[in-house]
């Protein structure tokens, strides 16, 4: 066989070898199904069920003034009908539809990284285990799934983007470009990946002094593909059709100090929205072979050596900005505009994982070329791929850290039979009635039809905050902690009460409420009829029934809601 049949044939090796590796790493989701665990801090408990009440409420693409029946919110509160994850939720029954896109994500996120580290990183035919196997560290991160390729996708867009600047493009470069505002959110991270990409621009024109049109253009046509998915909130933005109840978003700020260690910790560990697990392996590995460089190339700086120093150096500077965005330090300037206390500028650490990863190949390349013992180097090299796929594929997969955290199955925590029961035992049609939730997540009664006043959403009317705080004040003055977090946050639209406290899920608190100090006027006034509560409630309302089921996580105490 020749060295390029070799080298073919290697190639294919690794590509179905990752490929396999993704399949095993769903395994799990085939075998057990629906009594998978998966997470449900800001999963299950939001983004989720939002997208599947949108789903099935029939008003995807409906006015943005028209009410979502089931929260009794305007339509603009969910956001952009372009986007994958409704159209899922539509097609599939959601837990399948979960499942289905994470495979999607991972599968986009090992494509991308491969072409990117392939077509601008690695060159040599013998380091292509090296951009394998990133990759695949890459595609296995734990990726939150509300964001679909809001990360997973950069390095196919960085891919794409280089091949403009580089005057290699294909009309595949463009298409890319085109569709992946459908596939992300402009909000969460393609905003700062674009401030990135221009970033690279103003270096080729103010440095290399060349104006790259193309490369410009591109960046136009993105944002404005971007601008044009997120018509709803910019209308809104221009001409409110409500007062959002992120005018009352009021940041908790930090000493400088600890801003700084804020900082620190999200270099090294990153943040959990945007996980890019470097701690452990990736880190290190940068850390050894910069010396390593510097030491046996006699202090010859290469530019693979300068590219690597580079991405680390952005990455601290990220790291800083995060810490110091919820410092003190800009107390003053973020409280004067109200677009800085609105809006997160912090979040171009969603960065931090494509470049992790590109300093981690690089990284290892430094080792493979400039380490005087080649074999020693090699196992090295494979140890620490081996090592990061086991930390992000086993360490940290979802379905192992779910059950770890909070140890629920996907149908325990929805409990279809025991909503059900409750259904039937009222016995009134769903639209007739609104249900409040207390100690567990508002979410569960959604996911099973009930109509709630109470959910987890990220923008919707101020009013609607008012109203339900009018209903719950009491309570919240029970615990100034809890008022302060509906208060200055107000994303939970929950019945907190001190008993229960932020708990909804019965892992910490689960004594009973004595009396539950509530304006049940308040809450009749909004539709609400029943509270059902994951402890008893002893004083303050009519009691109706306990319902369990075997397949249940919860125990549910019904009681009715007098005018």
């Given at each position: 066989m020749t060295a390029s049949l070799r080298s073919i044939s290697r190639k294919y090796f690794y590509f179905i070898s990752s490929l396999g590796v993704l399949i095993l790493y769903?395994?799990?989701?085939?075998?057990?199904?629906?009594?998978?665990?998966?997470?449900?801090?800001?999963?299950?408990?939001?983004?989720?069920?939002?997208?599947?009440?949108?789903?099935?409420?029939?008003?995807?693409?409906?006015?943005?003034?028209?009410?979502?029946?089931?929260?009794?919110?305007?339509?603009?509160?969910f956001g952009s009908e372009f986007n994958f994850l409704f159209f899922l939720m539509a097609l599939l029954p959601p837990f399948w539809a979960y499942i289905i896109l994470q495979l999607f994500i991972k599968i986009v996120a090992f494509l991308g990284m491969f072409l990117l580290l392939n077509k601008h990183v690695i060159k040599g035919e013998n380091e292509k285990l090296v951009c394998f196997g990133v990759a695949l560290c890459f595609a296995l991160l734990p990726y939150y799934a509300f964001g679909i390729l809001s990360i997973a996708g950069q390095p196919l867009a960085l891919n794409s983007f280089l091949n403009i600047r580089n005057k290699q493009e294909t009309r595949w470069d463009w298409i890319l470009l085109i569709t992946l505002p459908f596939f992300s959110s402009f909000i969460y991270a393609f905003f700062f990946f674009i401030v990135f990409i221009g970033i690279i621009f103003l270096y080729d024109l103010i440095v290399q002094r060349r104006f790259e049109n193309k490369f410009l253009f591109a960046m136009i046509v993105m944002t404005l593909i971007y601008a044009s998915t997120e018509y709803r909130l910019i209308l809104n933005t221009l001409l409110p059709t409500f007062a959002s109840h992120r005018i009352e978003y009021s940041p908790d700020f930090v000493p400088i100090e600890q801003g700084l260690k804020k900082a620190f910790i999200n270099f090294i560990s990153g943040q959990y929205h945007a996980p890019s697990l470097q701690k452990f392996v990736i880190l290190p590995v940068v850390l050894i072979s910069l010396p390593v460089t510097l030491f046996f190339s006699r202090l010859k700086i290469k530019n693979d050596f300068i590219v690597t120093l580079l991405i680390v150096f952005i990455c601290a500077a990220i790291s800083l900005f995060y810490g110091l965005w919820y410092s003190v330090a800009v107390e003053p300037i973020r409280n004067s505009v109200g677009l800085l206390r609105d809006v997160n500028f912090s979040r171009f650490h969603w960065l931090h994982a494509s470049l992790w990863h590109m300093a981690f190949a690089l990284s290892l390349l430094l080792i493979l070329r400039y380490a005087p013992h080649k074999t020693p180097a090699k196992y090295f090299v494979y140890t620490c791929l081996a090592v990061q796929i086991y930390f992000a594929g086993i360490k940290n997969h979802e379905f192992i850290t779910a059950n770890n955290n909070h140890g629920i199955s996907y149908d325990a925590f929805i409990s279809e039979n025991l909503f059900h029961n409750i259904q039937d035992y009222i016995n009134a049609p769903l639209d007739s009635y609104r249900v409040v939730s207390v100690g567990m997540h508002p979410a569960i009664a959604a996911l099973n039809d009930f109509q709630t006043v109470d959910f987890y959403i990220q923008y919707y009317p101020l009013e609607k905050k008012h109203q339900f705080r009018k209903a719950i004040e009491n309570e919240l003055a029970k615990d100034p902690a809890l008022q302060k977090s509906f208060d200055t946050w107000g994303n939970r639209l929950y019945l907190y009460t001190k008993e229960t406290g932020k708990d909804a899920l019965g892992v910490k608190k689960n004594d009973p409420i004595d009396t539950l100090d509530i304006d049940q006027s308040a809450l009749y006034n909004m539709g609400a009829r029943y509270i059902l509560s994951r402890v008893p409630i002893n004083k303050g309302l009519k009691f109706e029934r306990k319902f369990t089921h075997p397949d249940s996580h919860w125990t549910v105490y019904l009681y009715k809601i007098q005018p």
């Open positions: 769903f395994l799990p989701y085939f075998i057990y199904g629906t009594n998978s665990p998966i997470t449900i801090h800001d999963n299950l408990d939001s983004v989720f069920v939002n997208s599947r009440v949108l789903a099935e409420s029939g008003m995807i693409f409906a006015p943005s003034e028209s009410i979502v029946a089931q929260y009794d919110i305007p339509r603009l509160c």
